[in-house]
């Protein structure tokens, strides 16, 4: 199969070299092979880690020496590898692009630009200026100015983003593992899954037990990702970005690669989607189980009576998580009272809202049209 537009992602392990440089002849293939689907007629997103590696690769070049582990870990150090590491990223993709005469734009993006509906637009309609113009976008977290609470922190997720964002057909991220492991009869994740059709807590306990060397994404930021694209009708496949040809392989499905994850029948739209992932929620609402299978199966409201608990401190119109008592994150919302308000109204019937907070505004703690479903970690 054919696909339309693609969007890759590769991290960091798979761009770098053992000493962090950036690894040119890798990229020069990378180059090579999004040309190849380029010429065959499909839109082509690059979503890059990188930046901050390479950018301290750059300052040990300049400073003659190197720069120690615990301070690569404090954020100002990070974002400032970030400015220096992401210049040195476009120049490689720059001259790796131009040996087959095709333009590369730099795109920067934070969480922001998809929680504010303005800004979503306006970076759509960039990335969709810049395909239509046969252009390749180079994507990145804008490191130096993301704020970091709400970081995406990984690109894994900001890859899933994009690809919702421009109704991608195919999401493939390529990392330095093969895709999803399973455990063998010792429990030893030795077995590769090759095909996922539903994010289950099985699936979910197997990110657990694998994941990658280096780099800020693990196997459960791979399966975060693969919610987003999923539910947004993007067919998502992790696989080794070291493999000869591996582009070429999964965008015209010879044999298996990796772990494919298929998407769900029926896509979330825009609105729901950005409900769902565009903003960071601001607290927790804890409902017991009954309220969880009238949201989950009869497609309801959440109402007071539903409610056990919250966590966090929210305001009415706010995001919320919605968890069952067990722990697991099933769906998200505005919600229509705040946390304190909720304290006070969780378990009474709607009849008595009033009574409680001495006004009502919804008989619904979240209506069911600002509810959507999601299936996130367990926590
Ligand atoms: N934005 C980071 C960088 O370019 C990488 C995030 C990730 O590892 O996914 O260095």
New binding site residues.
Partial sequence: MAYRRVVIKV??STLTDETGALDRIYIASLAMQCAAEHRSGADVVLVS?????AGIDQWENYAGQTVPHQMRATMPLKQAM?AIGQPVLMQAYLAAFAAYDLPVAQVLLTREDFGERQRFLHARNTLQQLLKMGVVPVI??N?TVAIEEIRFG???TLAAMVASLLDADLLILLSDVEGLYEPDERGRYTRLVREVHRLDENIWRMARGSGTRM???GMITKLQAAQIATTSGVTMVIAHGRHEGIIHHICRGHGFVGTVFRPLPRKLCHRKRWLAYGLPAAGTIIVNEGARERIVNDGKSLLPAGVLSCEGHFLPQQVVEVRDEKGFVFARGFTNYSSEELSRIAGCQTSQIEQRLGFKRADEVIHRDNLVLVYGAWV
């Fill in positions: 991290g960091t880690s990188g930046a901050i590696r970030a990145n977290e490191d990984d690109n894994d780099g800020t994404g």
